[in-house]
């Protein structure tokens, strides 16, 4: 299994930026997604998470209301639309595969993408 993730970059204190991730070599509606990120000096710790259907997400509570986690099974591809970002969402963003919607345990991983938020 491949996951390619993309879309990160710089970005100003409350812009936007819409993370990809991309996968492959497996048929990707057998998995729940995840989106993870983690900081300098910090633990990595999941900012969203989507079931295998698309109908079910969570989220941590410090992106509530300003991330938003969705999924194209026909592209193989999930996303994070991420609004109003401030120079604490500054981290490394990580997509990644499990096979259970909510487990502590994801398999697959992606190279993951660098946010950069100035304030």
């Known amino acids: 299994v491949q996951l390619q993730a993309s879309g990160g970059g710089l970005v100003q204190a409350g812009g936007s930026a819409r993370l990809s991730c991309v996968l492959s070599?497996?048929?990707?509606?057998?998995?729940?997604m995840g989106w993870f990120r983690q900081a300098p000096g910090k633990e990595r710790e999941l900012v969203a998470a989507?079931?295998?259907?698309?109908?079910?997400?969570n989220y941590a509570d410090s992106v509530k209301g300003r991330f938003t986690i969705s999924r194209d099974n026909a592209r193989s591809a999930v996303y994070l639309q991420m609004n109003g970002l401030k120079p604490d969402d500054t981290a490394v963003y990580y997509c990644a595969a499990t096979n259970s919607y909510l487990a502590r345990e994801y398999a697959f991983w992606g190279q993951g993408t660098q946010v950069t938020v100035s304030s």
């Open positions: 989507i079931n295998k259907s698309g109908d079910r997400k």
């Open positions: 070599g497996r048929t990707f509606i057998f998995y729940a």
